[in-house]
């Protein structure tokens, strides 16, 4: 699977700072950082995903440039944001959308064990 390596080592860089409980998945067609057994954060070629409220969506995307919603098949994922890798140029850009996923990380519901 291929993803945006210079991305994912940014974005681990924050992740560790901030969590210890940090594992690494390849899914979705790239890789996805789940902090405390839950997804927040996902690297594709062009673009990263973040997992924030999902109540918060709509209000963030009114004023995000670069952003919008997963769709995953057919259906709109609320709550998980595609960002496109052009708005995260700097590191202020990228801890933005990552301090928006851990936040939501302590409340959001574990994923599903096989």
């Not at 409220?53 to 709550?79: C, F, I, Q, W, Y």
Request: contains cysteine; hydrophobic residues 40%; glycine residues 6%.
């Amino acid at each position: 699977m291929a993803y945006n390596e210079l991305l994912a080592d940014r974005v681990r860089e924050i992740l560790s700072a901030a969590s210890e409980n940090i594992t690494e998945k390849q899914m979705f067609g790239g890789l996805c950082f789940m902090v405390n057994d839950k997804m927040c954060v996902g690297v594709k070629t062009d673009k990263m995903m973040v997992r924030i409220d999902p109540g918060k969506s709509e209000k963030v995307l009114e004023s995000a440039t670069g952003a919008e919603m997963m769709v995953h098949g057919n259906r709109v994922m609320k709550g998980y944001i595609f960002v496109d890798i052009n708005e995260l140029h700097t590191k202020k850009q990228l801890q933005h959308w990552i301090k928006m996923a851990l936040e939501f990380n302590v409340n959001a519901k574990s994923s599903r064990k096989k």
